[in-house]
């Protein structure tokens, strides 16, 4: 997991051309999403965080977005309504 506000710009978007980095997140919310998502193109800096994939999301305790990752959302709300 990498912070935001502990990478410089130039780093980041390297890091997105060369495929390193694929999902976002919030650090405060623990939400993860795609790259281009509306929702977390809108997110304060401070509490943005970036992924290489999406377990290491996951194992980072973070849930998949609503609105750019639907289908893991629902299966990730059905696994939580079953504890």
Known sequence: ???H???SDNELRSKIRNHEIHF???RKLK???GL???SGK???RENRVFFTSEQEALQN???PCGHCMNKAYKKWKEGMMNV
Do not use: P
């Open 36 to 38: 281009s998502c509306a």
């Open 31 to 33: 939400i993860y999403g």
């Open 61 to 63: 305790n973070y849930r």
């Open 1 to 3: 997991m990498i912070r």
């Open 5 to 7: 506000a502990d990478i």
């Open 24 to 26: 976002g997140g919030n």
């Open 42 to 44: 809108r997110m304060k």
